[in-house]
């Protein structure tokens, strides 16, 4: 069957959510992020169309900075998968990033994923960061021991908490990438003055890191700059804050180390790990 890659318009979001809900066990984000990006300029959603103009396929291109572009949330209709289409989205993403001025083009697949690694090196990318998360439920009563507990940070505590993170492991073994949400790319200084002008940078003494609440129940690490005799105290110190602000869930992204996948596993987490590659375009 012959098929045509376009931009998606908002008549196609009809036809997408019914084979986008239920992708996971958990459903699917895309859904309710489809109407977001659709309004965003910064970004496109590429569709696989037919003959009659039905989308069949979707994914969502998006640039994080001047020149890196970002590719996720490649979803094909069931009764229409190994068709080519999301060889042809990704091809499309990237011709679109490179139009914008991108350099690089990332995405990134669970580790466990096979199907979706093998297709994306067939594609030309390669590995260039592996990283752990966890997912937690926060309890209420969670009191983090007191030299742990995390404060908000100065703008002037910026330049340090970059100089110890752009020199340590973390860095080096995320290739300097700052995870924003399930997106990377490279992280700058002004990250961290933006976080803390924004409230969200914070610090102990085992460390410093930027924390949001992208929904009123739910903390996420962003970025985090500690070491191995410290991980713990800082992990401590963010379930406490998340806690402290009456999150049930906290979210927990590091760089894949021997000691951060044995951290998380330490503070309760069931460490997963997800792999971004990257293609020079």
């Known amino acids: 069957m012959g098929f045509t890659v376009r931009l998606a318009r908002p008549d196609d979001v009809a036809h997408i959510v019914p084979w986008t809900t239920d992708t996971f066990e958990w459903g699917d984000y895309v859904p309710d992020r489809l109407p977001i990006w659709l309004d965003d300029d910064a970004s496109a959603v590429l569709v696989c169309s037919d003959e009659d103009d039905l989308p069949l396929a979707v994914s969502h291109a998006v640039m994080l900075s001047p020149n890196e572009g970002w590719i996720e949330a490649a979803r094909v209709h069931p009764d229409h998968r190994r ?3 999301g060889v042809a989205m990704n091809r499309a993403g990237v011709e679109w990033a490179r139009d914008r001025g991108g350099r690089v ?14 297709q994306v090196t067939k594609l030309g990318y390669r590995k260039v960061s592996s990283w752990v998360y966890a997912s937690m439920k926060v309890d209420p009563g969670h009191r983090g021991h007191e030299r742990h507990r995390l404060r908000p940070a100065p703008g002037p505590d910026a330049e340090a908490a970059w100089l110890s993170w752009v020199g340590s492991d973390l860095a080096l073994g995320g290739r300097e990438l700052i995870a924003l949400g399930w997106q990377w790319r490279t992280a700058r200084p002004v990250d961290v003055v933006s976080a803390a002008s924004r409230g969200e940078f914070f610090q102990s003494p085992a460390g410093w890191v930027i924390a949001d609440m992208p929904q009123e129940d739910w903390l996420r690490s962003l970025w985090v700059a500690t070491g191995p005799d410290d991980i713990l105290g800082l992990l401590d110190g963010l379930i406490d804050l998340a806690a402290s602000r009456e999150a049930t869930e906290v979210t927990i992204k590091l760089p894949n180390l021997p000691w951060t996948a044995e951290a998380l596993t330490r503070v309760g987490g069931t460490p997963k790990e997800v792999l971004v590659y990257s293609l020079a375009i």
């Open 83 to 85: 068709a080519g289409m």
């Open 105 to 118: 083009m990332r995405l990134a697949t669970e580790a466990s994923n096979e199907a979706a690694r093998l």
